[in-house]
């Protein structure tokens, strides 16, 4: 029986007979028949016309158009890779060239279908808005689902501190419309009224247990805030801390003064702090017992006497301090983010406890407070601006008009923003004890006061503040 054997079929001769075939044609030809391995014709070099391969540099080069399914592949890889970074919490890449391209050809494609069904029916289509079309321009950065669970509990920590009066005024008032509690709240309402546990200097109330829980960790790990100390203070003085600036909120002051989340017992051992806040605070429901728990105090005249002259080691303060926001209600209407306006000029009034009480100056300046949030500006809203320190006025203090982030997104809410805190002790500044100071003498020590915090910010300024802050430390009023 006689075999016959399959030879490969030579291009050449396939092809010779074929001489008017068209560019792709004679493409399509020559990649059915060249073995494996073979050079092909068509990436190799370039085709000239005439049914061969010319080697010569290509004068033009034979593109493909892409096919709908290539593009929407290519789309498909693009929008992965964007969604991938952005859920690690990355800046989005640019769009590259080859993707733009893609979307254009793909509208091109759809555009000539769509005039040709309406050139056909003769019939003009008005359509309506696409529904959920203003998601995807939304300007709202949404949190992902897959966030961490420390994220989480970080949020949640600093959300209850935030919200913590709010939470505890609507509970006493649920509780009023309880008849069964009438018994229990009448009293203790009485009690809120005539009770002086905020500014008695006594620290009975004050919880240790609960200032050290490890919940306080997370709280400051949210920005995330540390402290730090210029150098060591001896147990046997009793100090003022003086925290600059006073933000929105002051969550460095708490952080780092009204918790052990950042080690202050560890850098100041034998040395008892307490942060002072309003006096009105002392008369809010449930939250007051909240607040002396954590071993807050009145920022009243009478109270900081109180605790730099009662109790500590020898029963007149010795080993006591107190943090006092200095710059109050005023500074908190200047906190802007990449600004540092501290209300100092004209305040005194802790310059003379200190030397009437014999106490130290510690100044502190707190890198970043002012970045946690931000908040209508005074000269872009003067009546605002007016109605603000009106209410200071008569009220003692006023709500700043601010805004952040939120619990579920990262642009809008009353949530502050996850930017570091950097909390700086200085170094204290002595004076000697006097009844009654002069004023020349309050004046030099406030000088040197100002000249301290100076120093931290000339110091520390490019490890803590960088280029953020362009104006500088500001001291006004």
């Known amino acids: 029986m006689a075999t016959s054997v399959e030879r490969p079929l030579e291009p050449s001769s396939h092809i010779s007979n074929e001489r008017h075939l068209t560019p792709e044609q004679y493409a399509e030809a020559v990649a059915q028949s060249t073995p494996n391995g073979a050079p092909n014709p068509i990436e190799s070099g370039s085709y000239s016309g005439n049914g061969q391969a010319d080697q010569s540099p290509a004068k033009k080069t034979l593109k ?4 709908n399914k290539d593009t929407r592949k290519k789309v498909e890889k693009a929008k992965l890779v964007e969604e991938k970074r952005s859920n690690g919490s990355l800046v989005s890449v640019a769009k590259d060239a080859e993707y733009e391209e893609s979307l254009e050809l793909d509208e091109l494609e759809q555009k000539p279908s769509r005039a040709r069904s309406r050139k056909s029916t003769g019939t003009q289509l008005v359509s309506g808005r696409q529904p959920g079309a203003g998601w995807e321009r939304s300007g709202i950065r949404w949190a992902p689902l897959n966030v961490p669970l420390k994220r989480r509990l970080q949020t949640l920590v600093v959300l209850f501190h935030t919200v913590c009066i709010a939470l505890g005024l609507t509970f006493f008032f ?26 008695s200097g006594s620290l009975w109330r004050r919880s240790n247990w609960l200032r050290s829980l490890r919940v306080w960790s997370l709280f400051a790990s949210y920005f ?73 105090r009145s920022v009243s005249r009478e109270s900081c006497s109180n605790l730099l002259t009662k109790g500590g080691a020898n029963g007149e303060g010795m080993g006591r301090a107190i943090t006092i926001v200095v710059g109050g209600a005023s500074e908190s209407l200047d906190a802007q983010p990449n600004s540092l306006r501290l209300v100092l000029r004209k305040r005194k009034g802790f310059i003379k406890l200190a030397i009437r009480t014999g106490s130290d100056l510690v100044p502190v300046l707190a890198f970043g407070e002012n970045e946690l949030y931000d908040q209508v500006r005074p000269d872009s809203h003067p009546f605002i601006y007016k109605t603000q320190m009106i209410v200071k ?47 020349a003498y309050v004046d030099e020590i406030h000088a040197k006061y100002i000249l301290e915090l100076q120093r931290i910010w000339e110091d520390w300024k490019g490890e803590f503040a960088g280029d953020q802050i362009k104006s500088g430390l500001e001291i006004v009023e």
């Open 64 to 67: 493909k158009k892409p096919s």
């Open 174 to 199: 649920f509780l009023c419309a309880i008849p069964l509690t009438w018994p229990i709240l009448f009293p203790y309402a009485l009690y809120l009224l005539f009770s002086e546990a905020g500014t």
């Open 224 to 296: 995330p805030a540390r402290l730090h100390r210029s150098q060591e203070l001896p147990a046997t003085r009793k100090y003022i801390f003086g925290y600059h600036p006073h933000g929105i909120i002051a969550h460095g002051a708490f952080a780092a003064f009204a918790t052990e989340a950042c080690g202050f017992s560890n850098l100041f051992p034998g040395i008892t702090n307490t942060l002072l806040t309003l006096d009105a605070n002392f008369r809010i429901p449930l939250y007051r017992d909240y607040a002396l728990a954590m071993g807050l």
């Open 393 to 439: 006025k008569l009220m003692g203090f006023t709500v700043p008009l601010f805004f952040a982030r939120g619990v579920f997104n990262y642009d809008v809410g009353l949530m502050p923003y996850r930017r570091p805190l950097n909390v700086v002790v200085g170094k204290p500044i002595r004076s000697v004890q006097a009844a009654n100071p002069d004023d």
